[in-house]
């Protein structure tokens, strides 16, 4: 694949570390979800600002591990999976504007549990609840759950999933890919053009296509751990995680275009203007595709061989970090323990 330009490797060393997934905007500028963080970088891939000011925790103004981010014209979406809630965000000044499911880690209505990626289309949000295997799609007016899309516990029915982690949705397709079952699930996207009080009754869109029902492994049309989706009026693109690949299909007949190998654990997806960019984890670099067939246009981040110390820096600052974490809980129940020996 023909590398057009490589960007960050003669400037300033920045370790993108455990990049997640990326939104881009009309201007060229994206926003991403790494370590514990969210960026807004600039089209070139420098860095403007962050959304998480007071960086990894718990508070209005924090994020753990987050893991999904996406945007429409007012807000910006990030599913916190440390937290199991979702941040919203104001688009343009980038504070903090309201949690969802803020109720603790769970399996009830207002619960998350590992939520994955959230894409947002039309006046609906759709989060990938992963370890409760379901879709959880609330409103962007009232901020309330609308529908559930699975929730029948872990399975391969037409009404379960097994592990459901990214997500792609437009005017005809909700597109949800399986990291558990190692397959891509299509549903028809009737939600858009039907009241909110005739959702129960049109079951029709739980009806999945079955040309992308598939079981796992590292052969053409098989998924291992498959992790984002995207799409475009013609074809479908998915990230094959653990195969280091993506795939291309048809939209419509759902043939095997184009399989892009080499591309180390890519993750996240994002189309604009033309162009497909996907967030890679091990290598911590956003790929940008042009036009089918696939060859690389450009690649941002891309860490050279010195960013090596760097990494291993970032490994010691996670694991002191979790060490803390360790030694705190510990410190709590010790003294809990004290307490209660006082009370007898």
């Known amino acids: 694949m023909n590398k057009e330009t490589v960007l960050g490797a003669e400037k300033e060393v920045k ?7 990326v939104c881009v905007r009309e201007d060229g500028k994206m926003v991403v979800v790494y370590a514990h963080s969210v960026y807004l ?17 718990r508070g209005r103004l924090q994020l753990k591990s987050p893991y999904g981010v996406c945007e429409d014209e007012k807000y910006t979406y990030v599913s916190d999976n440390g937290n199991a809630r979702i941040v919203v965000y104001d688009k343009r000044t980038r504070e903090w504007v309201r ?3 803020g109720n603790g880690l769970g399996s009830g209505k207002k619960q998350l549990w590992d939520p994955r990626q959230v ?10 609840d992963y370890a409760n295997h379901r879709v959880q799609i609330f409103s962007t007016e009232d901020w309330q759950l609308k529908h559930t899309l699975g929730g029948n516990g872990r399975g391969s029915r037409i009404n379960q999933f097994n592990g459901p982690s990214g997500l792609h949705v437009d005017d005809k ?10 397959c891509v699930k299509v549903f028809n996207n009737i939600i858009q053009g039907v009241a909110p009080q005739d959702w129960v009754a049109s079951r029709d869109w739980m009806i999945p296509r079955d040309w992308m029902i598939t079981l796992g492994g590292n052969g053409d049309n098989l998924f291992n751990r498959p992790q984002g989706v995207c799409a475009n009026d013609t074809h479908v693109f ?12 048809e939209r419509g007949s759902g043939r095997l275009v184009q399989s892009v190998n080499g591309v ?25 595709f042009g036009d089918l067939p696939f060859e690389v246009h450009r690649e941002l981040g891309r860490l050279g061989a010195v960013n090596k110390v760097g990494r291993r820096r970032a490994l010691a600052v996670l694991l002191l970090m979790r060490r803390i974490e360790l030694r705190k809980k510990a410190r709590v129940v010790k003294t809990k323990k004290k307490v209660d020996s006082r009370r007898f």
């Open 173 to 182: 397709d909700i597109f949800v890919t399986e990291e558990g079952g190692c």
């Open 15 to 21: 370790v993108w570390w455990c990049l997640q997934d």
């Open 238 to 249: 998915v990230s094959d995680s653990r195969d280091n690949r993506i795939q291309v299909f």
């Open 119 to 128: 894409r947002v289309h039309g006046k609906f949000l759709y989060v990938a």
């Open 99 to 101: 949690l969802l499911c």
């Open 264 to 288: 180390e654990e890519p993750r996240g997806m994002c189309m604009r203007n033309g162009r497909l960019y996907v967030t890679c984890w091990d290598s911590k670099f956003i790929h940008v």
């Open 41 to 57: 970088l600039s089209a070139s891939g420098e860095e403007e600002s962050k959304f998480n000011v007071d960086g990894e925790g």
